[in-house]
């Protein structure tokens, strides 16, 4: 007689995002570079864009004492407040093993051009023109770069993300460059524009892989928005506050708090994996207790 096989007994069918993982990163990779390849023809084909000529001119020109741009300087240094809190968590997380060889990579060097950048970003405010900018931009590209490898990592592969880190810290001085030179800011706006939507696009994406870090990238991606709104707001937010804070300075402490979706990723990895050790450790003592409790009895009954 056929019976109908019980839910116990039924094979359970694969999803299709973990059929054939391989192939999912190939095909993943293959639309990356895709992408990548029309970002690349956009900055390269597109008409020239010339940076607007009122750039460095700030609303907030205050002076405190020797220090010029007081509020612009000062307003970075919680890039490096966030940079050593950062390093902090990667630490414990790379203690327990709890990120992998290549998201420690990422997160470490994100964290480390987040001091990059509160050094070159104060440096050029304190008397900002092109000569200066060139290096904020250049200094910018670290992190960048890292956000990027980390959200590629967790949409594609562990490949594609180290590589596409790897080619925004090769293209980023060179759009930088050519700006300098020639006065076209397109392909440097191609690479900070068309890089969100590309962090975007993979926050939208399911996970290719499990272990990497559970990063809140819509949490990011809504500070690095709010940031620009407050920058394109300079003169404005400085008029709104009473000439007290202006929208530029403003940017540089919301756009400091990108690193927080990253600590909070890199805490809750090491509490999971200290939780999971815990839990590991305290059942191999319940094991070692009931077998010394067998052979005591063992031995008592001999």
Known sequence: MQTTPTTLHRRVEPLPWHARPA??????????????LL???AALMGPSVAQPSHYHDFADQRSWGWLPHAMDVISNLPFALWGMVGVWALLRA??????????AAMAG????GLWVTAAVSAAYHLQPDDAGLVWDRAGMV???AALLGLAAMRAVSTRAGLALAAAVLVMGPLSVHAWSLTGNVLPWAVLQFGGMALILGCAFIRPAQARVLPVRWGLLIAIYALAKLLELG????????????SGHSLKHVVASFAAWPVVCALLAVHKTKAESTALFTRAQAGRLAKARRTTTEMRGQA
């Open 234 to 245: 300079d003169h404005a937010v400085y008029e709104w506050t009473g000439q007290l804070v």
């Open 109 to 112: 060097l994100f964290f480390g």
């Open 39 to 41: 970002l690349l023809v």
């Open 94 to 103: 790379v203690r327990v093993r709890a990120v992998s060889g290549a998201g």
């Open 142 to 144: 670290l992190a960048f």
């Open 23 to 36: 192939t999912l990163a190939w095909r993943r990779e293959c639309a990356l570079a895709g992408v990548l």
